[in-house]
T-cell receptor, first 112, second 114 residues
């Protein structure tokens, strides 16, 4: 069955600290992987995506993610978070001719 | 380039009523997907429309139905509303079935069922 697991419901980090949000997926074929961010009262915005090639992908706002096939993971990282990064982050998986499935999200809190 | 727009932004209904939500896709996009996002949850796939035909459906009952029009805008209809239908309904457009790249989301329609 296709699924996405984000094991951390909430994460709190201090401003300027590094960040890693975890994502594990289960998918029958080679997946397309995504990270989206949702700020309060807004729709979802794509941070980055992985289709193939280099397993370390760069996204907007200084985020990056690494695809690890052996671990079925696609963790999101940022070396130094800013207060404006406080939001909800969703990992998602899909494939050509298929729907995109989302995880339940991780809410990121930033301490000043 | 016009983004994805949804209407209404907020609405309140009572159990048993019917609701229609509307979505205008981004210019040049021919595929629209609808998601339900309950409070504290991730978006759940309802269905997708490609060139006016339903192309894939999630685990939602038949009282959730949709339409896509020749200009690729779309409607989501929900009949016989239940309390659990209270959620944010998100519409997303994309360039076509062969490109499951970025979904462009609207800001959603928040439905409250009393």
């Amino acid at each position: 069955a296709q699924s996405v697991t984000q094991p951390d419901i909430h994460i709190t980090v201090s401003e300027g600290a590094s960040l890693e949000l975890r994502c594990n997926y289960s998918y029958g074929a080679t997946p397309y992987l995504f990270w989206y961010v949702q700020s309060p009262g807004q729709g979802l915005q794509l941070l980055l995506k992985y289709f193939s090639g280099d397993t370390l992908v760069q996204g907007i706002k200084g985020f990056e993610a690494e695809f690890k096939r052996s671990q079925s993971s696609f963790n999101l990282r940022k070396p130094s978070v800013h207060w404006s990064d406080a939001a909800e982050y969703f990992c998602a998986v899909g494939a050509p001719h298929d729907k995109i499935i989302f995880g339940k999200g991780t809410r990121l809190h930033i301490l000043p | 380039e016009t983004g994805v727009t949804q209407s209404p932004t907020h609405l309140i209904k009572t159990r048993g009523q019917q609701v229609t939500l509307r979505c205008s896709s981004q210019s040049g996009h021919n595929t629209v997907s609808w998601y339900q996002q309950a409070l504290g949850q991730g978006p759940q796939f309802i269905f997708q429309y490609y060139r006016e035909e339903e192309n894939g459906r999630g685990n939602f009952p038949p009282r959730f139905s949709g339409l896509q029009f020749p200009n690729y805008s779309s409607e989501l209809n929900v009949n016989a509303l239940e309390l659990d239908d209270s959620a944010l309904y998100l519409c997303a457009s994309s360039a076509g079935l062969d490109y499951t790249g970025e979904l462009f989301f609207g800001e959603g329609s928040r439905l409250t069922v009393l």
